[in-house]
């Protein structure tokens, strides 16, 4: 791809937001000051782990060796800028705003943070994921300063969204009227083979660290490895480069003392640029006494004019490929080859950083091109401004360490993933099926990824009896830990396998799960129904991490949402027997849920006793009544339950379970609202009943529970009540209480906190169904500014955006290509639009941009 292509796809995505009058960045945004401390904007792919950028422009949070490590950070690691004016004095500066208060600690801020060194006076950070940007502001530097980070994203390729690198662009503008020589440079230690702090808080290695400086002709910089062997789990490598021509100190001096960051800012302030220096002690002595600390630095020089900008680029990789061949996690999966490695999936195409390194350098202008016509066809949109502020934010999920690809000698890979990262190790491992049920986002922007968790969970976890596993310990060829199944991931999972076929078209797929579809349908029947009435009521575990007993809809809804999926697979495969038997069962089920369990206002549990048993709920209002129901929206499956029932019921959900503040709220459970917060409660009994010990997450606030609930009220046309949730939830995390990209549960970067996406495809009907080659979109009037929308939609082939106008509508294909036989827009003024038999291509990466055969009225 040229330059010139490049920018087109850019500017393409930008033209609808262009005629709206409408600035990129304009929705959605987060702009930060220094004082957001708990802001961490996570860069990376998917699989690779993260280095994040914290409000200040601080480098923090280095978690690229397969597993969460937050609050780390790397001594000596920086960026740093002199300006000289003509005529005038240097200004030398870190390039990150002002140390924050509180200044505590046992040695005041660690030597590693140089503290001392001047820092600028302000910064204002804007994350607008996958891009973020920070403004720096300092009256006394000659020029103004702007980063540009970010790691490429491309919807519906895993492997361009997977890459482990993120690129700095630093933008140079000199105001002045005279010339102002500018020297940029980086500073980094070796952050690979990390084992711990030693008492003084330095990294402790295995192996010997190295760094040294490498120019291939094409990008140079600063190339850290380890004396490990290529198969230990620690080995690995990293590299931060640039394509501009630089002066270096490959290796600073190394002794008891930190003498190498005095040279280095000595050396920087004088000159700018930067020499090779002794590596060892500049006294002599042991040199295998000395610490392993290696650091190195390279610095960049330009000379701009008056008025002149300048771009000067970094990128940061890393490829630490080998990691345990086993969760090593807390809910006891055994640990069969914990002794062994497997790699990860993208160090089957790089064969190091170096490798990882040169291929963005290589294909940056078409691997930003896509990530910015992404970006824009969000933030250009006119989706509500709380609603790209979610799903990008919560998109951070998908690529931070809570996901993760290995090798499988496919090139494919195997997708798998915990519930979430605590701070230093995976949470509640398995690819948890009940917690990935609310998960939309990779369903929607990589579906291949949940294609291949449901072939792993069909094909490896589903027993012959139908029983499925709902934590999967196959994809490391391992032991499983047998545990009775999960009603509502098990019913849950044959849902989105119908997702997945019917996003795909793959008739193939389908097929080869069907047989086990097939057991895992037919499963409830003799596990779940005591009674063979048709209706869920024995011991039921669910993501609670309890069972429910007795009839209750969450169970029921996910049991007859499967029933209806599993009838339309059958169907179409030609299976009439199970077909009908399983469209049936739905009808069943569906009348006698609603006799038993509709009270009149909501759906509860139906109980003798509800202390007979611990951790229920009985009567009741439990914020996953209609999962099951929300499931059906999203895939297309139209109400599963009495529409005017449904409507009261998720109602009843916001009326009783939203909270306007926590002041005067008693919980002893994990707190995730509080104060003057507003947030939605699992569960409360509005009628009463409350049992002596409820379900033992019944008062708390999740975030993947609210987007549901706010999904399902907006299909049911509550669009009020649903924005009202997802505002709350992302007021929560402003940067200043929560960190605005990392929306926490058990764990940090919790997958069902992608249960978000949910919500932008209630609020523009957007549906693609493959096998009919029909995309459809029905947007609700929130999504229009000013009679206008623009809309952003996803299909297994392609993406791009939907706009109306008075005159009707155009679709944008921004990525891959749509082939449809019908594509069907309700447009509030003019009815249904129509085209027949599309086509449309983003050919070489170059937008179409626009009109498919005419769209015509068929109102």
């Known amino acids: 791809m040229t330059d010139q292509q490049a920018r087109g796809i850019r500017d393409a995505a930008r033209d609808g937001a262009a005629e709206r009058g409408l600035a990129a960045g304009e929705s959605g945004s987060r702009i930060l000051g220094p004082d957001a401390s708990v802001a961490a904007f996570p860069l990376g792919g998917i699989g690779t782990g993260n280095v994040s950028i914290g409000a200040r ?35 030398v500066r870190m390039l990150e705003s002002r140390l924050q208060a ?14 001392g060194l001047p820092r600028l006076q302000s910064s204002r950070f ?42 700095f662009r630093y933008t140079i503008t000199n105001p002045t009227d005279d010339a102002v020589r500018v020297n940029l440079a980086a500073a980094m230690s070796n952050p690979v083979a990390i084992t711990g702090h030693n008492v003084f808080q330095f990294p402790e290695y295995a192996g010997m660290p190295t760094v040294e400086f490498r120019d291939d002709g094409r990008i140079r910089g600063l190339a850290f ?50 020499e090779p220096s002794p590596v060892f002690s500049l006294d002599g002595g042991d040199v295998a006494r000395l610490p392993k600390l290696r650091t190195g630095s390279i610095s960049v020089e330009n000379e701009l004019g008056p008025g002149e900008t300048r771009d000067i680029e970094f990128v940061l990789a890393w490829h630490t490929p080998n990691r345990p061949k086993a969760w090593n996690g807390m809910v006891g999966l055994p640990n069969t080859h914990a002794d062994d490695i497997v790699q990860n999936q993208y160090a089957t195409r790089y064969a190091d950083a170096w490798a990882a390194a040169c291929d963005v350098t290589t294909r940056l202008p078409e691997l930003e091109a896509a990530t910015r016509a992404f970006h824009d066809a969000l933030y250009d949109s006119t989706l509500p401004m709380e609603v790209v502020d979610a799903v990008t934010s919560t998109l951070v999920a998908a690529r931070s360490t809570t996901c993760f690809r290995i090798a ?53 976890e589903t027993l012959p009896d139908g029983r499925m596993r709902f934590r999967t310990n196959s994809v490391f060829d391992a032991e499983p830990l047998e545990f009775h199944p999960a009603v509502d991931g098990q019913m849950g999972t044959v849902v989105r396998l119908y997702r997945e076929w019917r996003f795909s078209g793959d008739d193939d797929f389908l097929r080869e799960l069907w047989p086990a579809a097939k057991r895992a349908v037919d499963f409830a029947f003799t596990a779940w129904d005591s009674n063979g009435d048709g209706v869920l009521d024995s011991q039921q575990h669910n993501t609670y991490d309890i069972e429910f007993y007795g009839e209750n809809s969450l169970a029921n809804s996910m049991f007859i949402a499967a029933l209806a999926a599993a009838a339309r697979m059958a169907e179409h495969l030609g299976d009439s027997e199970a077909a009908e038997r399983y469209g049936c069962a739905a009808d069943t089920a569906s009348e006698l849920v609603d006799r038993m369990l509709y009270n009149g206002e909501y759906y509860d549990q139906r109980l003798d006793d509800v202390d007979a048993h611990r951790y229920q709920y009985g009567t009741g209002c439990l914020c996953d009544q209609l999962l ?12 599963i339950l009495p529409a005017g029932h449904v409507k009261s019921a998720v109602r009843s ?31 409360t009994w509005p009628n009463g009943g409350r049992p002596r010990i409820p379900f033992v997450y019944s008062d708390e606030v999740w975030t993947g529970i609210e987007y549901q609930v706010s999904t399902n009220l907006i299909y049911e046309g509550f669009i009020d009540e649903g924005l009202e949730i997802v505002r709350a939830t992302r007021a929560r995390h402003d940067g200043i209480r929560r960190n605005p990209w990392n929306e926490a549960e058990c764990g940090n970067h919790y997958a069902r906190s992608m249960a978000s996406w949910g919500v932008l495809l209630a609020l523009t009907g957007a549906q693609w169904d493959a096998p009919a080659g029909r995309l459809s979109v029905a947007p609700v009037d929130a999504v229009f500014c000013d009679g206008d929308a623009s809309i952003p939609f996803t299909t297994g082939t392609g993406w791009g955006v939907v706009e109306l106008d008075d005159d009707g509508a155009r679709l944008r294909v921004l990525g891959g290509h749509l082939t449809a036989h019908a594509v069907e827009v309700t447009h509030p003024r003019l009815g249904r639009l129509t085209a ?13 941009t626009i009109t498919t055969t005419p769209l015509e009225n068929s109102k």
């Open 126 to 167: 804007r994350g607008e994921y996958p891009i973020a940007t920070v403004d720096f502001d300092d009256d006394r530097l000659p020029v103004r300063v702007r980063l540009t980070a970010f790691t490429p994203l491309v919807p519906l390729d895993a492997d361009d969204s997977g890459i482990p690198a993120a690129v």
């Open 408 to 460: 499988d000698g496919t090139g494919e890979g195997r997708f798998a993933a915990w519930e979430g990262s605590f701070d230093h190790a995976g949470s509640c491992e398995g690819t948890c099926t009940h917690v990935w049920n609310y998960a939309q986002t990779l369903a929607a922007l990589f579906p291949s990824l949940e294609r291949n968790a449901r072939r792993n969970e069909f094909l490896n």
């Open 653 to 683: 959900i916001h009326r009783h379970n939203f909270r306007r503040g926590f002041d005067d709220y008693a919980s002893v459970q994990r707190t995730y609202a509080l104060n003057d917060e507003a947030g939605l409660v699992l569960c």
């Open 57 to 91: 422009g601080e480098l923090r949070d280095w978690e690229i060796s397969n597993h969460p490590d937050k609050g780390t950070w790397l001594p000596f690691t920086f960026f740093a800028v002199r300006a000289e004016p003509t005529g005038g004095d240097a200004v």
């Open 628 to 639: 099951g129901q929300t499931l059906a929206h999203l895939v297309g499956l139209g109400h």
């Open 836 to 848: 027949s038999d599309v086509a449309l291509t983003a050919a070489d990466a170059i937008p179409l």
């Open 102 to 115: 509180p200044h505590e600690g046992d040695s005041g801020h660690h030597i590693g943070k140089v503290g």
């Open 225 to 274: 490895g380890t004396d490990l062997e290529p198969d230990d789990v620690r080995y690995g490598t990293a590299t931060l480069t640039t394509t501009d021509e630089v002066t270096a100190t490959p290796c600073w001096p190394v002794d008891f003392w930190q003498d190498g960051i005095q040279l280095f800012w000595d050396a920087f302030t004088a000159t700018g640029r930067l």
